[in-house]
Structures are given as structure tokens and as C-alpha cells.
């Protein structure tokens, strides 16, 4: 995997900052913002995936980026409905436990008890939703099927075949996600930037993955 040109190919282009900047100040629009850079991610991974030397998407093109992001929605979504539903079914056991103590003060020990149980069930699902759900991304590139990426057999096959590559994906998304952290430290709003720019790195090296594990030597 070649990290410094997933980290640099953003500059080839001189009209990069303007894709940078609109998808960066859409981040203070909240699912707006988060649908175009999970396109930028998917859009670039595709184009990397199949060979193009210049895969930053250009502005012109942001009706495909944000196209390409509702996909990756719905894709999240359905991968992360198991945690929404636990943690809806903890919700009405708070509330429960607030209602029947009426006008009392709720038993703040239960109230600990369940945010406990929530995290410690929610820590391993962590863990395996979220390697899953960059395998079943990079199924979706692989097909251009939000469907595909669905297909839980087909998804923990592409990861049988290929554990390590996707591993080292899945560490480089959290890098990628302290890049993306990075701008507040400079200023507030910079992070709006750096995770506009953070996710086009990691469609990068989304596409690179996508592109070597459906060569055929990765099949052998």
C-alpha cells in the first residue's frame, strides 16, 4: 500500500481546496455533511480502484460524490442497525426505570448499570462492525452494488482472502479519523477541513485495497 501518495494525491490537482472547502463547510450541516464524506471516500475509492492517475473528484462531479454518499449511507446504516437497536431497547429501560420512580429521584445505581451493560456490549460490537463494515464498503466498490456489500457471506469471504490487507485498512481508518481531529487543535473549524481531507486519503487506500485484493495474484 502506498501511504505517501494517498496522503499527497490531493494536491495534484490545483483546484483541490475548492472541493476541500464545500465539502468541508457542509461538515456544519449535520448528515448533509457526513453523506458527502462518505462519497468523497467511496467516489475516490472507485476511481482508484480502477486504475485512474487522477481520482480526487472535482467539483463539477459533486452531484456523483453526494450520489455515491446516500449508497454509503444506507450501507452504514444496515451495518450499525444491531448497536441502534440495542441502544434504542437500553433507551426505554432508562426511561422505564425514570417513570416508575414518579416524582422520586430515579435509583442513579440502576441508572450506572445500564450505561455499563450498553458500553460493555457495545465495545466487541464496535470491533467487529466496524472491520466488517469497511470490508463490506470495499465490497460495494468492488461491485457498485449496495446489495453486494450486504451479503454477509460474500463480505467475510473478501476478508478470509485477504485478513491482513484488510486489517491494516481498518488501522489506518483510525488514523485517518486523527487526521481528521487534527484541525481543531489548530483552530475550532479547521477540523471541518482536515476531515474533508482526511477522507479522501482514506478513499485512497480504500481503492488501493480494493484494487489488490481483486487482482488475480491476491487470489492464488
Do not use: K
Amino acid at each position: 500500500m502506498n501511504l505517501t501518495r494517498a496522503f499527497s494525491y490531493v494536491f495534484d490537482d490545483p483546484d483541490w481546496w475548492q472541493l476541500v472547502l464545500v465539502v468541508g463547510l457542509l461538515q456544519l450541516v449535520p448528515i448533509i455533511g457526513q453523506i458527502a464524506a462518505l462519497g468523497c471516500i467511496l467516489y475516490t475509492a472507485r476511481a482508484v480502484a480502477s486504475g485512474s492517475d487522477r481520482p480526487l473528484p472535482r467539483l463539477s462531479q459533486f452531484g456523483a460524490v453526494f450520489s455515491e454518499g446516500l449508497y454509503g449511507a444506507f450501507i452504514y446504516i444496515v451495518y450499525y442497525l444491531p448497536m441502534l437497536l440495542i441502544a434504542c431497547v437500553f433507551s426505554c429501560l432508562v426511561v422505564a426505570v425514570v417513570v416508575a420512580n414518579g416524582n422520586s429521584e430515579p435509583p442513579i445505581g440502576i441508572l450506572i448499570g445500564l450505561m455499563l451493560c450498553l458500553s460493555l456490549l457495545f465495545a466487541p460490537l464496535t470491533l467487529i462492525t466496524q472491520p466488517l463494515l469497511i470490508v463490506g464498503s470495499g465490497r460495494y466498490v468492488q461491485t457498485g452494488s449496495a446489495g453486494a456489500a450486504l451479503q454477509l457471506g460474500e463480505v467475510l469471504a473478501l476478508l478470509r482472502r485477504n485478513p491482513a490487507e484488510w486489517l491494516v485498512l481498518w488501522l489506518l481508518s483510525i488514523l485517518c479519523n486523527i487526521v481528521a481531529g487534527l484541525g481543531a487543535i489548530v483552530f475550532v473549524f479547521g477540523a471541518l477541513f482536515t476531515t474533508a481531507y482526511a477522507a479522501l486519503v482514506f478513499g485512497h487506500l480504500l481503492g488501493q485495497t480494493v484494487r489488490y485484493v481483486s487482482s488475480p495474484s491476491s487470489l492464488l
